[in-house]
């Protein structure tokens, strides 16, 4: 099983676009989670359009319960049709509680190991036989695609009629405790001979999906009329008293937000460097964790975010656009090790100057404190061997590598920022400092 949120999975999609082709010698389910509305992302992207690209058959749940059920479903399809399987969640099922029966543990054998090129060596006329043969899977899924009682029809009044997946389905039964509804738990590739027939027996069709227009965009491919949301729905989140003016055609009236913006804790050591940077007045291409919230008041000292990894790059890339700007680059320890060498390796086969600040707190802080590579501890609190960042950026080729803690060095950290920021040079500026927030540190 792979888990991630839905930007984890871009960050995936090399192996994943491959491993379509390759299918599994076991089962094989993507978890995924979507979060409509933002909650905690830097982009809504919505990962059913990944099964359709992908060609991998899509699993949603509506609740917590079928969210464990659906797994099981989910390793079976995947075996018995050699493909992973992507169950596709959103933030509403993850963050929700209900009873279940866990029922028994199924322990597969562990098949051998074998060499089986033609399955899992992808170079192009190997891959050129596996491209045919996930074609005709893509067909046997759509059969039980029909057949499956993950795709499920509850006749009521016959009326309306309503299609929806995932949570948007418990907020309909919500609003329209009496509607007939085809609910979608296996909303990828479409059965398209149930939704034939469930239009044909309800007076008016209406679809009901949270984000993209995925399922009406294919009812519309398939000629078949539905009544569809005005377009502002595919911004924000559903909620259960959004549903009957999406059905009635409206627009969709946010709430104001009256939530406090988040902020940095009080006393994290991330405040001290950004103040260095603040009284310098830099241009300061940001990246992915609690550092982020520097773009905010008071401190409004961070001017890019757009993926992991990116305080690195875009600090190179900016300065060729900008060669008088004082511009500088900050990433997390974390952030760093998982996607931030690689931009500073790039950055000294370039030849790039400027200030690269890694803020390590020692921990994964923003995520709620998971151990990283550099923390010298495991996923599960065990030691390991730690990785030396100073000796990795050395090892990459970088001018000059400070390790200065912001917080009890503080005027000294402030002199060495300015000295490095007008020197000619590429620099990283360990500012190490333990989170606040984590035991034991600090
Ligand atoms: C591509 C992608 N993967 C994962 C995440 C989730 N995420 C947000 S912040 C973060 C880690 C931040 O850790 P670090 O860089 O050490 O900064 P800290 O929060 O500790 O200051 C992760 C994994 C994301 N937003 N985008």
Same mark, same amino acid.
């Given at each position: 099983?792979?888990? $991630?949120?839905?930007?984890?999975?871009?960050?995936?999609?090399?192996? *994943? !676009?491959?491993? &379509?082709?390759?299918?599994?010698?076991?089962?094989?389910?993507? +978890?995924?989670?979507?979060?409509?509305?933002?909650?905690?992302?830097?982009?809504?992207?919505?990962?059913?359009?990944?099964?359709?690209?992908?060609?991998?058959? +899509?699993?949603?749940?509506?609740?917590?319960?079928?969210?464990?059920?659906?797994?099981?479903?989910?390793?079976?399809?995947?075996?018995?049709?050699?493909?992973?399987?992507?169950?596709? !969640?959103?933030?509403?099922?993850?963050?929700?509680?209900?009873?279940?029966?866990?029922?028994?543990?199924?322990?597969?054998?562990?098949?051998?190991?074998?060499?089986? @090129?033609?399955?899992?060596?992808?170079?192009?006329?190997?891959?050129?036989? #596996?491209?045919?043969?996930?074609?005709?899977?893509?067909?046997?899924?759509?059969?039980?695609?029909?057949?499956? $009682?993950?795709?499920?029809?509850?006749?009521?009044?016959?009326?309306?009629?309503?299609?929806?997946?995932?949570?948007?389905?418990?907020?309909?039964?919500?609003?329209?405790?009496?509607?007939?509804? *085809? #609910?979608?738990?296996? $909303?990828?590739?479409?059965?398209?001979?149930?939704?034939?027939?469930?239009?044909?027996?309800?007076?008016?069709?209406?679809?009901?999906?949270?984000?993209?227009?995925?399922?009406?965009?294919?009812?519309?491919?398939?000629?078949?009329?539905?009544?569809?949301?005005?377009? &502002?729905?595919?911004?924000?989140?559903?909620?259960?008293? *959004?549903?009957?003016?999406?059905?009635?055609?409206?627009?969709?009236?946010?709430?104001? /937000?009256?939530?406090?913006?988040?902020?940095?804790? @009080?006393?994290?050591?991330?405040?001290?460097?950004?103040?260095?940077? #603040?009284?310098?007045?830099?241009?300061?291409?940001?990246?992915?964790?609690?550092?982020?919230?520097?773009?905010?008041?008071? *401190?409004?000292?961070?001017?890019?975010? +757009?993926?992991?990894?990116?305080?690195?790059?875009?600090?190179?890339?900016?300065?060729?656009? /900008?060669?008088?700007?004082?511009?500088?680059?900050?990433?997390?320890?974390?952030?760093?090790?998982?996607?931030?060498?690689?931009?500073?390796?790039?950055?000294?086969?370039?030849?790039?100057?400027?200030?690269?600040?890694?803020?390590?707190?020692?921990?994964?802080?923003?995520?709620?404190?998971?151990?990283?590579?550099?923390?010298?501890?495991?996923?599960?609190?065990?030691?390991?061997?730690?990785?030396?960042?100073?000796?990795?950026?050395?090892?990459?080729?970088?001018?000059?590598?400070?390790?200065?803690?912001?917080?009890?060095?503080?005027?000294?950290?402030?002199?060495?920022?300015?000295?490095? +920021?007008?020197?000619?040079?590429? $620099?990283?500026?360990?500012?190490?400092?333990?989170?606040?927030?984590?035991?034991?540190?600090?």
């Amino acid at each position: 099983m792979y888990a $991630s949120k839905h930007v984890g999975l871009n960050v995936a999609m090399d192996p *994943l !676009m491959t491993a &379509s082709y390759t299918g599994v010698t076991a089962g094989f389910v993507i +978890v995924v989670c979507d979060d409509p509305g933002m909650h905690s992302s830097q982009n809504e992207q919505d990962t059913r359009w990944v099964g359709l690209y992908s060609k991998m058959p +899509v699993l949603e749940p509506s609740n917590p319960r079928e969210a464990k059920e659906f797994v099981k479903e989910a390793f079976e399809i995947s075996e018995k049709f050699d493909t992973p399987v992507i169950l596709r !969640m959103v933030t509403r099922v993850s963050h929700t509680k209900q009873d279940m029966d866990l029922g028994e543990r199924i322990v597969p054998e562990q098949p051998p190991l074998e060499k089986n @090129p033609a399955k899992y060596v992808m170079v192009p006329k190997l891959a050129y036989k #596996k491209h045919i043969l996930v074609e005709e899977r893509l067909n046997k899924l759509r059969e039980f695609a029909e057949k499956t $009682s993950l795709n499920k029809v509850e006749m009521n009044d016959t009326k309306m009629g309503i299609i929806t997946s995932s949570m948007a389905y418990s907020y309909v039964k919500e609003a329209y405790p009496k509607a007939s509804i *085809l #609910k979608l738990g296996f $909303s990828y590739p479409f059965c398209d001979e149930k939704i034939r027939k469930f239009a044909k027996s309800v007076d008016e069709l209406v679809v009901v999906e949270e984000l993209d227009p995925f399922i009406e965009t294919h009812i519309k491919a398939m000629g078949i009329e539905a009544k569809t949301k005005d377009p &502002s729905f595919m911004i924000g989140e559903l909620r259960p008293e *959004l549903i009957k003016p999406l059905i009635n055609g409206e627009k969709k009236v946010e709430k104001e /937000n009256k939530d406090r913006p988040p902020r940095l804790c @009080p006393g994290c050591p991330h405040f001290f460097s950004f103040n260095a940077m #603040k009284k310098l007045d830099l241009f300061v291409a940001g990246d992915i964790g609690c550092y982020t919230l520097a773009c905010l008041p008071p *401190l409004q000292t961070l001017h890019t975010t +757009v993926c992991m990894g990116a305080g690195v790059t875009f600090n190179e890339g900016l300065r060729k656009a /900008n060669p008088d700007a004082k511009i500088v680059g900050v990433v997390g320890d974390s952030t760093f090790v998982h996607s931030g060498v690689t931009g500073l390796i790039n950055a000294v086969y370039n030849n790039a100057k400027g200030v690269i600040f890694i803020l390590d707190n020692s921990i994964t802080a923003m995520t709620g404190g998971q151990q990283n590579p550099a923390t010298g501890m495991t996923i599960r609190n065990e030691k390991t061997k730690q990785l030396d960042l100073k000796a990795l950026c050395l090892a990459c080729g970088v001018d000059h590598v400070d390790v200065i803690d912001p917080v009890k060095e503080n005027k000294e950290f402030e002199a060495l920022v300015e000295k490095r +920021v007008n020197q000619d040079a590429l $620099s990283v500026i360990i500012a190490k400092h333990p989170c606040k927030l984590i035991k034991n540190l600090g």
